[in-house]
């Protein structure tokens, strides 16, 4: 940013220097930097004004791992991307390093590690040791498709398909797979393969093998232990937990430990895909009154499993909130859109127009997103003939 106004001073002082004190960065410590000079002004320059980093932070031998663009809480914090990569670009003129980039606006952050994936929402602030993993992980990661499959863990033909398409999707910057096999197939034998060629390519650093109940963590533990003889394993239990390379768990484990875990950590963000329909066992729905993400099982011995994960990782609170957002996020289109339309003389939106443009929002909706069954029970929600009835009438106040 140019100049920090008021309240985006008031932002960083009251939200986002706690959040990033409570990831470990200090500036007492020498961590991090604030209102860095990146750029002086130059008559062709976009901005017209000199650039300023609102922080940098740096790894341990003092050289800079990221930089935090922040806007104030009334904006989205992906307002400020183009100016976060600007003044990326300026660090890694000078510098040579390409830093990581966070995105906040005090209530919401995202991480962008430009060259590899799109920025992507995340639960708090990275640590220094999470940052400086990652910055190891790219720099020696090798492309995971050259790396040849261990076919004595899994050597069916079938079983090295399924791994060489992870391969490849991760190779092509995707970050979620789903892989559905029957029972008798060898899923166990073709996940410690999948492992094995992703540790061997430096891809991943840990795994975390998450099990309904002890006896299915003990026997995979086992399996492991067989096949991968020389890596470091260990339970997760009773709130402990260790240092070892490949560590297994159940989900009431989990839920002891999760809050102590760095949000940083390969745990965090993780998203169980089975929910996802169809091969999953639940299915969203919503409250309109409360604005919030419901979800129910199909069958009901899926119900306490579902329960297990909605209360570890939080995915019902996470859910409504993408819901809430977007949903205010496509009333604000569509009331701009009804301005453009009266400044430039034209007629209000019909009701069949604001049908159109909802049903196209949904049929352009993507499976690859994130939250993609989330605005899909949004815009089926404000499609039902009642929700458009009460967006025309918002309308009609527009002026």
Avoid at 310 to 327: Q, S
Avoid at 340 to 367: N, P, V
């Amino acid at each position: 940013m140019s100049a920090i106004t008021p309240t985006e001073t008031s932002t960083q002082t009251e939200l986002i220097d706690s959040q990033l004190a409570r990831a470990g960065w200090s500036k007492q410590r020498k961590m991090l930097l604030e209102e860095v000079l990146l750029q002086v002004a130059t008559p062709d320059q976009p901005y017209g004004k000199d650039q300023f980093a609102d922080y940098v932070l740096l790894g341990s031998d003092g050289k800079p791992l990221a930089v935090v663009e922040a806007k104030r809480t009334s904006r989205d914090e992906l307002a400020g991307k183009r100016q976060a990569a600007d003044y990326a670009e300026a660090i890694k003129a000078k510098t040579g390093i390409d830093p990581f980039i966070f995105l906040t606006n005090g209530k919401e952050i995202q991480f962008w590690d430009r060259d590899r994936y799109p920025p992507r929402k995340i639960a708090g602030f990275y640590s220094r040791d999470d940052l400086e993993r990652l910055k190891h992980q790219k720099q020696y990661a090798l492309p995971v498709s050259e790396v040849t499959i261990n076919t004595e863990i899994a050597g069916r033909d079938y079983q090295n398909e399924a791994i060489r398409w992870v391969t490849e999707g991760i190779d092509a910057a995707k970050r979620k797979f789903l892989l559905v096999m029957a029972t008798g197939t060898g899923k166990t034998r073709t996940t410690i393969a999948l492992v094995d060629t992703l540790l061997r390519a430096k891809r991943v650093q840990k795994v975390l093998f998450l099990a309904d109940r002890r006896e299915l963590a003990r026997q995979a533990m086992s399996e492991f232990k067989t096949h991968l003889p020389n890596e470091s394993l260990s339970r997760i239990e009773g709130g402990a937990t260790s240092g070892a390379r490949i560590q297994f768990a159940t989900y009431p484990s989990m839920m002891q430990v999760y809050q102590r875990l760095s949000v940083g950590c390969c745990f965090t963000n993780w998203f169980h895909p089975y929910l996802r329909h169809p091969n999953g066992s639940v299915s969203l729905g919503y409250d309109w009154h409360t604005a919030s993400i419901t979800f129910s099982t199909f069958e009901p011995v899926d119900a306490p499993k579902a329960a297990n994960l909605d209360r570890l990782l939080n995915l019902t609170e996470r859910w409504t909130r993408e819901f809430k957002a977007e949903h205010l996020k496509q009333r604000r289109k569509l009331m701009e859109r009804e301005r453009r339309r009266l400044e430039k003389g034209r007629a209000r939106q019909t009701h069949d127009e604001i049908e159109d443009y909802f049903q196209t929002e949904l049929q352009e909706l993507s499976a690859a997103e994130p939250h993609y069954e989330v605005y899909q029970v949004l815009f089926n929600a404000i499609l039902e003939p009642y929700r458009l009835a009460a967006l025309k009438s918002e309308l009609e106040a527009v002026s």
